[in-house]
């Protein structure tokens, strides 16, 4: 079945930037006509989106951190990646990977997600 | 952006009680609410999709109702495994956008 799975440094420097990939196994990202989607959870808080690409590459970004984030797909590699500059303590979280389905036209829904990396921005 | 507000943000009940869960919108999201299961340290579980639709897997003692502004998930016979926090998402409008949480505790 499909399964994803977050990865990348759990401590970052402020104002470094974040980079974290999502390897999506059993299913193929380039065949499909998915968004995958970013979203966080900071501790004992709520969920927050952050963004969402499609199978093509084109993105969709929470205007909250637009002029920070970068999405981006690698069909070849199956999978995708969040990029997130200039961070600071606040974007200390929980960062989630989901895939997004769709139901009768235009009812879209996150079916499937990733276990969930801790990121934590501290020098 | 469209705020999605949910009440209560806690409660508790015992098991085979009926609880009800309510998300209201900003604005109009017509049926375009979903609504996750999160039980801590794991990731989010969907539960109901397009306001009303059951996911696939989950018991069918969860339902949801709704449309406009106005949403309920409801749980017939709350269960053991049903504590957890509980979040509607409107999937009308990017950004897509959250209620702050419902925490769910059995007494």
């Known amino acids: 079945q499909v399964q994803l799975q977050e990865s990348g440094p759990g401590l970052v420097k402020p104002s470094q930037t974040l980079s974290l990939t999502c390897s999506v196994s059993?299913?193929?990202?380039?065949?499909?006509?998915?968004?995958w989607s970013w979203i966080r959870q900071p501790a004992g808080k709520g969920l927050e989106w952050i963004g969402r690409?499609?199978?093509?590459?084109?993105?969709n970004y929470n205007p909250s951190l637009k002029s920070r984030v970068t999405i981006s797909v690698d069909t070849s590699k199956n999978l995708f990646s969040l990029k997130l500059s200039s961070v600071t303590a606040a974007d200390t979280a929980v960062y989630y990977c989901?895939?997004?389905?769709?139901?009768?036209?235009?009812?879209?829904?996150?079916?499937?997600w990733g276990k969930g990396t801790t990121v934590t921005v501290s020098s | 952006d469209i705020q999605m507000t949910q009440s209560p943000s806690s409660l508790s009940a015992s098991v085979g009680d009926r609880v009800t869960i309510t998300c209201r919108a900003s604005?109009?999201?017509?049926?375009?609410l979903n609504w996750y299961q999160q039980k801590p340290g794991k990731a989010p579980n969907l539960l109901i999709y397009?306001?009303?639709s059951l996911q696939t897997g989950v018991p069918s003692r969860f339902s949801g109702s709704g449309s406009g502004t106005d949403f309920t998930l409801t749980i017939s016979s709350l269960q053991p495994e049903d504590f957890g926090s509980y979040y509607c998402?409107?999937?009308?409008?990017?950004?897509?956008?959250f209620g702050q949480g419902t925490r769910v505790q059995i007494k």
């Open positions: 989901a895939r997004v389905d769709t139901a009768m036209i235009n009812y879209y829904y996150m079916d499937v």
């Open positions: 059993g299913y193929s990202i380039s065949t499909s006509s998915h968004y």
């Open positions: 690409i499609y199978t093509s590459g084109s993105t």
């Open positions: 604005q109009s999201i017509f049926t375009y």
């Open positions: 397009a306001a009303s």
């Open positions: 998402q409107q999937s009308y409008s990017t950004p897509r956008t």
